[in-house]
């Protein structure tokens, strides 16, 4: 099944593999991508508790917007209308949309789905809205996002085998109907199929068969990280990746810690997205290279000593854990904003730790390595 796919032009070069591991750039309108990346989540078009510059600083080629949240508010033609999301956030550099299929799921208030359409009632103002997979890519294309994706429908985990597959078939047609939709879009614009299939082999393998038949610029693994552990994920990518065109980028929706990305890159994944650093950020928590770090906990109360004095981002080396500490602890803004960079920024280290180990040919070395740091823990109390 591993095999070109044919009439789609294809803007991504894989540079280097080391194992199944890959390094690759993705050239979109709006600039280049250096994979494996990991994109950080901006949803109603800012990145919460960050200014874009300190994204941009951080080492992120490429973020992320929420069709759902967008289309609701401030809406995508007054969007398109200011020029774009690119011109009205000002981030300037390559964005990818998701279709908004999941938040419906998971956020819609008396949502139903229908083979044309979900329809559901917003929850800003009860409106009822139609999304539809037309709409879906309509919307994503007066957002301008260099890469789109297609409608589906997500299933959260563990469910019935009849639900599962029921909506990876519903999902399959609407890709076809996606793909149509984006006929029109402009050159160098990608579009993203999306294998379903929950946690049954079968079905993801019929999924990416499915996809890869219809054709589309790159593929993404959709559906997990919903509830499964770690291990049936895990599964569920290694049953997968394999079947997904070589020459064709990979994206791991929605996913997720250091370690589930570590994971996914060794098995061949290219793309992430979480909100999982800001998230964590604004409730205290730092990643760093000792693994997660709670600035609640009193023990760095009274520790003048940085998170980490060999980080290359300034806040991780030059604030003490005790003004962090105390600024969580006081519910004061710049603790969130602080936390938040700090961790975008790791997560940015570790991406180009691994492009650089997989371009070396060393990505076995750097991954025993970066879990020999996360497994030691942080240092000791002061």
């Known amino acids: 099944m591993n095999r070109p796919d044919t009439g789609l032009p294809n803007h991504f070069e894989l540079l280097a593999t080391n194992g199944a591991a890959r390094t690759g750039r993705l050239t979109t309108p709006h600039g280049v991508v250096r994979t494996p990346a990991f994109m950080p989540v901006g949803t109603a078009g800012a990145m919460k508790g960050m200014h874009w510059r300190e994204v941009r600083e951080a080492g992120a080629d490429i973020v992320l917007g929420n069709t759902y949240h967008l ?67 309509e919307v994503q294309r007066l957002l301008g996002s260099d890469i789109a994706m297609q409608m589906d429908e997500c299933v959260r985990l563990p469910a019935e085998r009849a639900d599962i597959d029921r909506a990876m078939q519903l999902s399959l047609r609407w890709a076809e109907r996606s793909k149509r939709a984006f006929e029109s879009a402009p050159d160098g614009y990608m579009l993203f199929g999306i294998v379903q299939g929950g946690d049954i082999p079968q079905l993801r393998h019929a999924s990416a068969q499915g996809l890869i038949e219809i054709g589309f610029h ?17 599964a569920m990518i290694d049953e997968t990746a394999p079947l997904l065109p070589r020459e064709r980028p990979r994206y791991l929706m929605g996913v997720g810690t250091p370690d589930d990305i570590l994971e996914a890159v060794k098995r061949g994944i290219d793309m992430f997205d979480c909100v999982m650093p800001t998230r964590n950020g604004r409730h205290g928590v730092a990643f760093t290279r000792f693994g997660q770090v709670n600035l609640r906990n009193a023990r760095h109360a009274d520790d003048p000593r940085p998170l980490d004095e060999e980080s290359s981002w300034p806040s991780a080396r030059s604030y003490a854990r005790a003004y962090l500490h105390h600024l969580v602890k006081a519910g004061e803004t710049l603790g969130a904003m602080l936390l938040s960079e700090i961790n975008i920024a790791y997560y940015q280290f570790l991406m180009q730790g691994i492009r650089d180990a997989i371009a070396q040919g060393t990505f076995e070395e750097f991954y025993r390595r970066t879990r020999e740091d996360w497994g030691r823990g942080d240092i000791a109390p002061r």
């Open 71 to 137: 289309m609701l508010r401030p809406g995508a033609q007054r969007i398109a209308a200011l020029g774009g999301l690119q011109t009205f956030t000002g981030w300037n550099g390559p964005m990818l949309t998701d279709s908004g299929g999941f938040q419906v799921m998971s956020l819609a208030d008396l949502r139903k789905v229908s083979e044309q359409a979900v329809t559901f009632r917003s929850h800003i103002d009860g409106a009822k809205v139609e999304l539809s997979p037309e709409r879906s890519i």
């Open 218 to 234: 790159g593929y993404a693994i959709g559906g997990l990280a919903v509830g499964e552990p770690q291990a049936v994920m895990l």
